[in-house]
Every structure is written in structure tokens, then in C-alpha cells.
């Protein structure tokens, strides 16, 4: 499971660097750490393997998601969506909210390579997220597909 992980590892880890965390000022002026933290936990609950990853960066604006998701026409400006549809935009294929494209991000591919992955192990991906306080994306893929990997 981990070795079909690692692409979409990368890309989380790559995320959070360039969307997550802030820089050194804006952290000391959300009185936070100067440095971010970014957790890779990975975990058996029940039948399935857990898989997370959490910054403690800035989260990630639903609201600005949802303005994307609108001029995209992924969604239609008088859809009520909840947060986790909303969340859940950002895995949707070309998605991006940067305004330009960098070496790390703006190119739109990549949260869509990770919801496929870990669909492809039959597994679902959730996110959390809370502005100023950071974001958990958490990855359920059954054990079977952890057996079958190894086999």
C-alpha cells in the first residue's frame, strides 16, 4: 500500500509546503512556530489502513474553493454544499486556486492523482481543514488491498 502511496505522499507533502504552510513572517504573526509542521501518520484501525497527513499551516479557504469550483462550473452559484463537498472540490481533475504556476503548484493535476490512487486500492479519502489552523487528509484503504500488495 505504502509503494502505491508514495506519488500521491509527494504530491500531499508538496501541497502543504506550497499551499499549507506560511512563511516564517506570517507564522510569527499568527503566533505560531516560525517553523511549520507537516505529521505523516500512518495506522491499522479495524480492517482498513489509515493513512494521514497534517500541517499545521493555514488551511484551506472553503470559501475561495467554492469561488473556483463556481468559475470552473464544477458547481452552480446557488448550490448550498457542505464543507466537505465543498473540500471535496479540490480533488476534482485541473483544479487548482493558484493564481500561477509554480515548480510546486498551479498546475491543477495532482489531488486528483491522489483520490485515484488511494479509489484504486478501494479506499476514500477525507479532508479536514480549519483556516489559521491547518489541514488532515486522511486515507482509509482496506487491508485487503495492504495483503494483496504484498502478494
Known amino acids: 500500500v505504502l509503494d502505491r502511496m508514495i506519488a500521491p505522499l509527494e504530491h500531499l507533502l508538496r501541497n502543504a509546503v506550497a499551499h ?5 513572517k506570517e507564522r510569527k504573526k499568527a503566533n505560531k512556530a516560525e517553523t511549520g509542521t507537516v ?4 495506522s491499522h484501525e479495524g480492517t482498513e489502513v489509515v493513512l ?20 470552473r462550473g464544477l458547481i452552480a452559484a446557488d448550490v448550498e ?14 483544479f487548482t486556486t493558484a493564481d500561477t504556476v509554480t515548480r510546486l503548484s498551479g498546475r491543477g493535476v495532482g489531488m486528483d ?20 489552523r491547518g489541514t488532515i487528509f486522511t486515507m ?12
Open 81 to 94: 454544499l457542505t464543507e466537505q463537498q465543498v473540500l471535496a472540490l479540490i480533488t476534482q481533475t485541473g
Open 20 to 24: 499549507g504552510i506560511e512563511t516564517g
Open 140 to 151: 482509509q484503504m482496506p487491508l485487503s488491498a495492504a495483503v494483496q500488495a504484498t502478494a
Open 52 to 71: 494521514s497527513v497534517r500541517d499545521d499551516g493555514r488551511g484551506i479557504d472553503s470559501e475561495q474553493i467554492k469561488k473556483k469550483g463556481i468559475e
Open 113 to 132: 492523482v491522489v483520490r485515484t490512487n488511494v479509489m484504486r486500492l478501494g479506499g476514500n479519502i477525507h479532508l479536514d481543514s480549519e483556516l489559521g
Open 39 to 42: 505529521v505523516i501518520n500512518v
